[in-house]
C-alpha cells in the first residue's frame, strides 16, 4: 500500500510538470527535496490506507491528483 503512490507522484511528475519531457539529465536541475512529491505521497498512503476499495489503485490515483494540485497552485 506505501509503494504505489509513489507511482503516481513520478507519473503526474512526467506528464503535469515535465509535459512528458524530462530535460536532459546534464542539464536538470534536481532539488534536494520535492515538497509536493512528499506531500502527494504522504497523501496517496492515506487514501490507500482509508478510502474503501482497491488501496494500490487509490494510492496512485490521490497521490497523481494531490500532486497535480500542488503543481498548479505553486
Known amino acids: 500500500m506505501f509503494i504505489p503512490p509513489l507511482g503516481g507522484v513520478i507519473i503526474a511528475d512526467f506528464f503535469i510538470r515535465h509535459r512528458g519531457c524530462y530535460p536532459a ?6 532539488p534536494r527535496f520535492n515538497r509536493q512529491g512528499l506531500a502527494a505521497y504522504a497523501a496517496g498512503s492515506l ?3 482509508l ?3 482497491i488501496p494500490p ?4 490515483v490521490a497521490a497523481f491528483l494531490v500532486y497535480t494540485c500542488l503543481v498548479r497552485l505553486t
Open 25 to 30: 539529465l546534464g542539464e536538470a536541475t534536481v
Open 47 to 49: 487514501a490507500a490506507l
Open 51 to 53: 478510502i474503501p476499495g
Open 57 to 60: 489503485v487509490n494510492g496512485i
